[in-house]
């Protein structure tokens, strides 16, 4: 999934942030603000790291788990349908239906984490992931299966706004970008990882490791303080100023940093709210559609497809060991993916989603063409490596452009004024996109030769 991280948040240009409506604001006047003594701050900043560290440390614990919901149907979908006795559309539905429970996830999120702070929606998010893991775990048909896959995924939803969130606010501003960038890092390990183990044991007991990183969640939490900026909020003064001392060192001088949360908040609060017919202004309406489109394009490129079906896209293809080429895909996403986050400041945006693209396209058709000599038994020993070779530099050219830099995009062709609302729509037709493609992608995975047979006859009455 992509699933997604704010670009703001990534390049450590966000102070907080108010809810999904009011998302990455008006991080340039507090810029402004600093300018002078960004440097001052940034050294007394750096007098103790250690604490914001072992925060970061736990929060990524929740990009960890969202990578583990998204990585374990590939390597679980034979054994699952085997044990279960599941048709195709029911593990469709299975796979699918994460994405739903993250998209009410995403929408909640904003309002959970402020009404009961960062840290209790972790904590939130963690024992619905838990109740979901276990659910899979007894799972004895499709409907417990769906359950639980539908509370991990409003977990993972809740995760992926309040982790990056909380780094951010926690962070000094130095370390602020590379911190905030382990999210998306800690989301492709997860992936990977439920990818390596789920070959390895039984979806049974893959189910059982999803816990894990809940439970270290749950237990680091303990140990770290709230978020400074949440804590002022909501008017608690006093916990705030000491939330503060403790991530910044006991003998840092904090006074300025606190003056400048302050402001941030009280002027936060006084920005008039965009509706979502404001969208539709002229102004507007062109950094809108390239944002949607951008989505389109990213979802309906099939991406959560193969992520979510990989093993078994092996092995229709014909590969001796599915449990090989699963393998492979989780080993070459995370250096990838580290190289996408280093180009991409460095090659510009729109240079590397063409060159990601171009890339996609060439693995799409490289995919496409092996199952096109499988149906007509042509070079039947070159299918398997053509399947594997395109599912790679898919994954590949995908990992370095398009997973992330639309994201990036958005968030920079936005107003400050409509960012939030406009956000909020884009990220619901990210979640859209991604929920139709991984609910129709085995049915037309199995949409044989025959089948299209049937479709000619239908649209040509009177031939076959």
Known sequence: MTIRLQGDVERGEVNGLEDLEKPLILEEKIVVI??????????????????????????????????????????????????????????????????????????????????????????????????????????TGPSSLDAGRILTGYGIGVFSYVVPIFIAEIAPKNLRGGLTTLNQLMIVTGSSTAFLIGSAITWRGLALTGIVPCVFLLAGLCFVPESPRWLAKVGLEKEFREALQKLRGKDADVTREAAEIQVYLETLQALPKAKLLNLLESKYIRSVIIGVALMVFQQFGGINGIGFYASETFASAGLSSAKIGTIAYACIQIPITMLGAVLMDKSGRRPLIMISATGTFLGSFLAGTSFFLKGHGLLLEWVPILAVAGVLIYVSAFSIGMGAVPWVIMS???????????????????????????????FLMDWSSSGKSKLLHILRPGTE
């Open 34 to 139: 600093d300018d002078n003594h960004e440097t001052d701050q940034d050294q007394e900043s750096t007098g103790s790291i250690g604490m914001v560290l072992l925060c970061t440390f736990v929060a990524v614990c929740g990009s960890f788990e969202f990578g583990s919901c998204v990585g374990y149907s590939a390597p679980t979908q034979s054994a699952i349908r085997e044990d279960l006795n599941l048709s195709i559309a029911e593990y469709s539905m299975f796979g699918s239906i994460l994405t739903i429970g993250a998209m009410f996830g995403a929408i909640t999120s904003g309002r959970i984490a402020d009404f009961i702070g960062r840290k209790g929606a972790m904590r939130l998010s963690a024992c619905f992931c838990i109740t979901g893991w276990l659910a899979v775990f007894f799972s």
């Open 412 to 442: 920079e062709i936005f107003p400050i004024n409509i960012k939030g609302i406009a956000g909020s729509l884009v990220v619901l037709v990210n979640w859209l996109g991604a929920w139709a493609v991984s609910f129709t992608f085995n």
